[in-house]
């Protein structure tokens, strides 16, 4: 029997990169999958991609900072399928700047994505999962939220957030039979990564004790497993894939 038979999912930031791959590998272990996504034509070729894998992906356009679009999202989800029980919060951006030189629109929009996006699923999906008394929620942390990182003080504090909102839904659900758990990715190949000079990776990779960089297959597997039966007993934990760069 596959992992997440007849088990149904939604994966924000679902058309690239990390939450791509996070959707692809769900799917390949039985789970009906929604990837959402705020770009109509990158969420559209993903979807056709993973289909024509034969796997089970439906596209969903939602804006995770918009709390009607989230609304919707999971109403819809509950008129197709009638449940939702698998639920990563991937979705997120970034607003470079050194602290002094921060737009206050800039600190707005990060937080509103990578972390108020993140409240308004979870607290939308938490009345079916304790409804069925099961649930599997993971969001996707950061290394810089746990060892900061200049330049990106909104960022940091959206994911050092993350952290602590994965711990207070991880308390008040348990008993509900809900867990919820973070993966914080060190550096991974995505399309970020790779406008990096050779230079810049090579630096960057001489910070981590395994010398190179992770990939989104590496992300997947570990929020593979935290959804899992394996890891029915884990709820509240950050799980860091970083190669040993942060401990």
């Not at 058309?15 to 009906?32: H, P, R, S």
């Not at 937080?111 to 939308?124: D, E």
């Amino acid at each position: 029997m596959a992992r997440f038979e007849n088990r149904i999912a939604l994966v924000t930031g679902g058309a690239q990169g990390i939450g791509l791959k996070i959707a692809e590998v769900l799917a390949a272990e039985g789970a009906f999958v929604y990837a959402a996504d705020l770009n109509p034509d990158a969420l559209q070729k993903a979807v056709e991609g993973l289909q024509s894998k034969g796997l089970g992906v439906e596209g969903l356009l939602l804006n995770v900072a918009e709390r009607a679009s989230c609304e919707a999202a999971v109403e819809r989800i509950l008129a197709q399928k009638g449940r939702l029980e698998l639920l990563v919060n991937n979705a997120g951006i970034t607003r470079d700047s050194l602290l002094m030189r921060m737009k206050p629109e800039d600190w707005d929009s990060v937080l509103a994505v990578n972390l108020t996006g993140a409240f308004q699923l979870t607290q939308l999906a938490l009345k079916p999962m304790m409804a069925q008394r099961f649930g599997r929620i993971v969001n996707i942390a950061s290394v810089v939220g746990l060892m900061g990182n200049p330049g990106q003080a909104n960022y940091v504090a959206s994911k050092a957030g993350i952290v602590g909102l994965t711990k207070v839904v991880a308390r008040e659900l348990a008993s509900r039979n809900v867990t919820c758990n973070a993966v914080a990715p060190g550096f991974i190949v995505t399309a970020m990564t790779e406008k990096l000079s050779d230079a810049q990776k090579e630096q960057m990779a001489a910070l981590i004790p395994m010398r190179r960089f992770g990939t989104a297959e590496d992300v997947a597997r570990a929020v593979s497993f935290l959804l899992s039966e394996e890891a029915a007993y884990i709820t509240g934990q950050t799980l860091s894939v970083n190669g040993g760069m942060y401990m």
